[in-house]
């Protein structure tokens, strides 16, 4: 039980009358209530949270370098070497390397693969291609995560709509993360538009919490109900990064590699990732 009087749990020095205890008590009121909320372990602390967004610095610094370079004859392990060499060189650690046996520093999804795609020198670019580049960050500890389309020279209408559409479901699930709304606000608001446009979502993945470490509760679904799942609560980071299928949600995961998953009937997919922040007032995107 922490005392009044004590110094807060959370390091700012502060006692906990002054810092965290009306946020605690506001908490544990929803729960008595019968809500799901978050251990103190996903509510992030100030030091915390600029940790996170030095992360995250880097992270959005290896996107942005890519912006231009993704292109026809190159090979995704080329992009892998890209990331790979910017994170080292901004004394950090690509997270997918080594993480649970996934062998490349990003994943590179292209056209019909979902995600989780791996970078290979057999695997050429070519004109028309859509690609998801996955990048996830360590630096100092904290983790951070977030992916964008490239798209390859001259690409179909029917595959810019797609790329554009899913971008727009992210904004869709972004726009719902306030403090003491639920995860799943995000889920719904994403499945509601993808429906109203003819479009499924995949429900495999989801995006998840993220700070300390790589995947940490809650998962947050991209087709979730409203007022279920997870209480947002402010100090909690986490991904909201949905798959969008122009064909039906069902996907598969490669049965020799163990990672990329594919859409079943091999329509294209596209994926666009932000890492958020649950402020006061509503939501600070940390991945900028
Ligand atoms: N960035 C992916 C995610 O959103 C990472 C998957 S794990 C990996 O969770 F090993 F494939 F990188
Ligand atoms: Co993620």
Redesign the pocket.
């Known amino acids: 039980m922490d005392s009044r009087n004590d110094k807060c749990w959370c390091g700012s020095g502060l006692k906990y009358k002054k810092c965290h205890m009306s946020l605690d008590e506001k908490i544990r009121e929803y729960e008595l209530k019968g809500h799901i909320v978050p251990e103190r372990f996903n509510i992030k602390t100030a030091k915390d949270i600029e940790g996170i967004k030095i992360s995250a610095k880097v992270n959005t610094g290896i996107l942005d370098f890519l912006e231009g370079k993704i292109i026809a004859g190159m090979s995704t392990e080329d992009i892998d070497k890209l990331v790979y060499n910017y994170t080292i060189e901004h004394d950090a650690i690509p997270?997918?390397l080594n993480?649970?046996g996934?062998p490349k520093s990003c994943?590179t999804s292209i056209n019909n693969e979902v995600c989780?795609g791996i970078p290979s020198e057999k695997v050429i670019l070519k004109d028309g291609d859509i690609i998801n580049v996955?990048i996830?960050t360590i630096k100092n500890g904290y983790f951070s995560?977030a992916?964008r389309m490239f798209m390859v020279g001259n690409v179909s209408d029917e595959a810019r709509k797609l790329v554009e559409f899913t971008k727009e479901c992210l904004e869709k699930g972004i726009e719902q993360v306030k403090p003491w709304g639920h995860i799943g606000d995000i889920g719904a608001a994403i499945k509601e538009h993808a429906d109203e446009h003819g479009y499924s979502v995949v429900t495999m993945f989801g995006g998840?919490g993220i700070g300390n470490e790589f995947?940490e509760e809650p998962f947050v679904s991209h087709v979730g109900r409203r007022d279920t799942g997870m209480l947002m609560v402010p100090g909690m980071v986490f991904?909201i990064?949905p798959m969008i299928n122009i064909g039906k949600a069902n996907v598969y995961v490669d049965k020799e590699n163990g990672?990329t998953s594919y859409t079943r009937d091999g329509s294209l997919s596209a994926q666009w990732?932000h890492q958020i922040l649950v402020t006061e007032d509503g939501y600070e995107l940390i991945s900028w």
């Open positions: 997270a997918p993480y649970e996934f994943c989780h996955d996830s995560d992916s998840h995947h991904t990064e990672w990732e």
